[in-house]
């Protein structure tokens, strides 16, 4: 059973342009989000993260936005880069240790 | 660059063999984490450990063990190594309880 949900396996953007990424969750008892990106044959980089207490946190050209109502996060980059090409999953959490992953977004900047 | 080595970096095994993945920090952070990534399902937990000597089971842990007897270690053993396990490992580690950093991967292949 998926807790966390990224329906969109792909998005095209062009550079300059903003990307917005989505991510559905189900679980009311997550409490803290967060965006991964990942390049082939690396590991996941940590990008940015939410608390439930908070509805929005910005760091550099990426924000993240989280309607606690809708069980819904989202990830704005703004502008878009040929180097922001990655696939980008969305995690969540509740009160232990392990991480709930979405199937990821795959973001393509074209130039 | 959260100081995490993972080895080997490709391995190829047959069926019904033991393999170990060893995951190695530089930074004696408490909490280590081993996902599986495989396509359609993003990353999904193994287990985990809190300390030395101190593990626990994520949500795919059948055919899977793990130990860490040093801070610093933390090992993946396939006690038989099925088709099903051909996947990409990451290790991971936190500091806290929120955001996890994770090692640059071992593709395994069981033929």
């Known amino acids: 059973d998926q807790q966390v949900k990224q329906n969109s396996p792909s998005l095209s953007v062009q550079e300059g342009r903003i990307s917005i990424l989505n991510c559905d969750y189900t679980?009311?008892?997550?409490?803290?989000f967060l965006w991964y990106k990942k390049y082939p044959a690396e590991g996941p980089t940590f990008l940015i993260s939410i608390s439930s207490i908070k509805d929005k946190n910005e760091d550099g050209r990426f924000t993240v936005f989280l309607n606690k109502s809708a069980k819904h996060l989202s990830l704005h980059i703004v502008p878009s880069q040929p180097g922001d090409s990655a696939v980008y999953f969305c995690a969540a959490k509740a009160s232990g240790y392990a991480l709930n992953f979405g199937k990821g977004t795959s973001l393509l900047v074209t130039p | 660059d959260a100081g995490i080595t993972q080895s080997p970096r490709h391995k190829v095994t047959e069926t019904g063999t033991p393999v170990t993945l060893r995951c190695h920090q530089t930074?004696?952070?408490?909490?280590m984490y081993w996902y599986r990534q495989d396509p359609g399902h993003g990353l999904r937990l193994i287990h985990y450990?809190?300390?030395?000597?101190?593990?626990d089971k994520g949500e795919v842990s059948d055919g899977y063990s793990v130990s860490r007897s040093k801070t610093e270690d933390f090992l993946l053993t396939l006690e038989s190594a099925t088709s099903s396990q051909t996947s990409v490992y990451f290790c991971a580690i936190s500091v806290d309880r929120y955001e996890q950093y994770f090692g640059p991967g071992t593709r395994l292949t069981v033929t």
């Open positions: 450990s809190y300390g030395v000597k101190d593990t």
């Open positions: 679980n009311s008892m997550f409490d803290y």
């Open positions: 930074e004696n952070h408490r909490y």
